[in-house]
Every structure is written in C-alpha cells, then in structure tokens.
C-alpha cells in the first residue's frame, strides 16, 4: 500500500524558509512523477512544484525562484524547499505522485494517484 507522508511545515515570519519533506512507503520515488500542492480553505488545490523521473522540475510563477523541489532517492523521501516566505504562501501543503515517470499535466490534481495528509505552512506578516 502507497503512502505518503509530510513533514517540516510550521509559523515563519515573511521572509523566513522552510523545508518540507515527504516520506513514501509502498513504491520509490524513482520512477515517479512527483509533485507539490498547496490549498487555502475555501480555495482550490493549487499546484506548487513538480520532479519527474529524470530530474526535469516545473514551478508555478507564483513561487519561481523562491522554491526548489528535490529529491534523495536512497530515503524514498521529496523535499520542498521554500525561501523567502511570504503572507500569501500560507496554506497546508501537500505531497502527491502520478503512476508514471513523466509529469502529465502537472497542475492538474486529478492526475496524482496518491498524496499524503498535508502539512500546514503560516507566514506572518
């Protein structure tokens, strides 16, 4: 059974980083596409970042050049590194991978198969 699970959100004041990790079970990262989603009450889940395969990564504008996603496939485990932390970039942030190596449409939540129970991340102002 796949599972996923996040770690490492928490309060930062804006301008502050944090390191959010995602431990699998179940599968390896290696052939997976990955990625990192973020969701608001009242809002859509929205897509942060994503790693297939080989490496190759995508950003969403809101957060390019503030984020970096990687992976270390010896611990099964995703990280998502964020700097520069702003009011806006509060949320619970959560993990998810497709079935396939490469990312599919990599905003779209519907292709994920699995994700995790999220992780919430508070920037004060």
């Known amino acids: 059974q796949v599972q996923l699970v996040e770690s490492g959100g928490g309060s930062v004041q804006a301008g502050g980083s944090l390191t959010l990790s995602c431990v699998a079970s179940?599968?390896?990262?290696?052939?997976?596409?990955m990625g990192w989603f973020r969701q608001v009450p009242g809002k859509e889940r929205e897509a942060v970042a994503s790693?297939?395969?080989?490496?190759?990564?995508q950003y969403a504008d809101s957060v390019k050049g503030r984020v970096t996603i990687s992976k270390d496939n010896a611990k099964n485990t995703l990280y998502l590194r964020l700097n520069s932390l702003k009011p806006e970039d509060t949320a619970m942030y959560y993990c998810?991978?497709?079935?396939?190596?490469?990312?599919?449409?990599?905003?779209?939540?519907?292709?994920?198969?699995?994700w995790g129970q999220g992780t919430q991340v508070t920037v004060s102002s």
């Open positions: 790693l297939d395969s080989e490496g190759r990564t």
């Open positions: 179940g599968y390896t990262y290696v052939s997976r596409c």
């Open positions: 998810a991978a497709q079935g396939g190596g490469y990312c599919y449409l990599w905003t779209s939540r519907v292709e994920y198969m699995y």
